[in-house]
Structure formats: structure tokens, C-alpha cells
């Protein structure tokens, strides 16, 4: 299966996310230690898309470009925790503008009572969507497949809110690929991102506010990027 293409630099919906990003507060500049151990010039945290208006305008966001992409799937899939409440408001926005789809999750601990078990929501069926907010190490992605697969259904894409477009790290070593590009390579699955850093980057060019963090953000592009 292809990959769904990077949104351009000039990409009206991308500039519009990040603009929306950095006003929430979910987009900051500084300087931030990732899980890879580096020092990034800038941080996203969906978890601060923490109110009913920031949460239904990021759903906003990634039901059209998902309409947009075209991508062909019957339900969605949020792996926990941040997952879940992306694909109930997805799930919502999607039927808001005519493509009702179901959604399931799953929890962190299988339940041993009641209907047991670890997935929740819908049956877990057919061409299935995993959303989630952006791909660090891919740990999330894998462990969802294997749960849709283990279902009986197909993962058939992934959705985030950011492509950070830099090299995965493995055991402290660069990958030349980016945790995007390793989930398209392994498992063959479109990713769909509503932006990514080059649309950041290009956001930073236009807002004479924010200039001042453009040359650092830059560098670890040129250090990191892929």
C-alpha cells in the first residue's frame, strides 16, 4: 500500500493546525529533552488539548484531511490513552460530516469481570484506522496491529496530529528513517498527518512573534531531519 503523502509547506489546513497548536498552548518553543534523549527546540503535548472547543476543533482538523486523503476505512481504532478520546471525537466529527464510522479502544489492563477482556466500543472488524496523536518510537502503532489483527480485522492506516520528520533513534543509534517512515516501511500502512514540521517551520517564517525560535528549530531539522 502507498503512503499518503506529507501535507506541503503551503498547505492552508497545516498552517491553520499549527496556528491553532501554538495558540492552545499544545505547540511550545524552548527547549525540551525527547524520549530519544535530544534536545528539541520545540514540544507538542495533545494531552493540552484538554477542553470541549480545543478537543472538537482538533477533530475538526483531522476528520478533513482525512476526508481529504481519501484513506478508505470502516472504523476507527485509539490506542490508550491518548488514543481513546481521539477516536471518540473523530468518530463524532466524521458522522457531523456524513461518515459515521464506529470506534473501539482498548484498555491498559485486561478486565476480568463484566464483559471482560481489553477492547472496548465496537466490534473490532474490517478495514480498521488507527489514530493516535503523533509516532515516537512506534511501539503504539505495533501493539495496535496486533490487537486489530489478534480481532480478526486489518489495519489499514494511521492517523496523528504531527509528523515530527526526524530520525527514530534505536538503542541510542540514528535510524536514517523516521518513526513515520519505519511504520509505512514495516507494516506497509498509509500515515496521515495533519502536519508536520516542514509545515511548522513554514508557520515560524510568517509569524514575526515566533521568529526568534525559527533558526534553533531549523538546526535540529538540519541535525535531526530526514
Known amino acids: 500500500m502507498s503512503a499518503a503523502p506529507t501535507p506541503s509547506v503551503a498547505d492552508p489546513l497545516a498552517q491553520s493546525f499549527v496556528a491553532f497548536a501554538v495558540e492552545a498552548g499544545v505547540l511550545r518553543f524552548g527547549e525540551f529533552k525527547t524520549k530519544a534523549g535530544r534536545l528539541s527546540p520545540y514540544f507538542f503535548n495533545a494531552g493540552l ?15 478533513e484531511r482525512l476526508i481529504a486523503s481519501g484513506l478508505q476505512f470502516d472504523m476507527i481504532f485509539g490506542p490508550a490513552y491518548k488514543g481513546i478520546t481521539l477516536a471518540a471525537a473523530v468518530s463524532m466529527e466524521l458522522a457531523r460530516r456524513g461518515h459515521n464510522r464506529p470506534f473501539a479502544y482498548n ?4 478486565k476480568d469481570h463484566g464483559e471482560g477482556g481489553t477492547l472496548v466500543g465496537a466490534p473490532v472488524k474490517g478495514r480498521v484506522l488507527i489514530i493516535d496523536d503523533v509516532i515516537s518510537a512506534g511501539t503504539s502503532v505495533r501493539e495496535s496491529i496486533q490487537m486489530i489483527e489478534a480481532a480478526g480485522a486489518t489495519p489499514c492506516g494511521v492517523s496523528i496530529a504531527l509528523d515530527r520528520q526526524e ?37 515560524l517564517e510568517g509569524a514575526p512573534e515566533l521568529a526568534a525560535h525559527r533558526p534553533a528549530v531549523l538546526a535540529y531539522r538540519e541535525r535531526y531531519g530526514v
Open 49 to 63: 488539548f484538554d477542553d470541549g472547543a480545543k478537543l472538537g476543533k482538533l477533530a475538526g482538523f483531522y476528520a
Open 107 to 110: 484498555r491498559k489492563e485486561a
Open 167 to 203: 530520525k527514530a533513534a534505536e538503542g541510542g543509534v540514528d535510524s536514517p528513517l523516521s518513526a513515520v517512515q519505519q511504520v509505512q516501511e514495516r507494516y506497509g500502512l498509509p500515515v496521515v498527518a495533519v502536519a508536520g514540521l516542514a509545515d511548522l517551520l513554514a508557520f
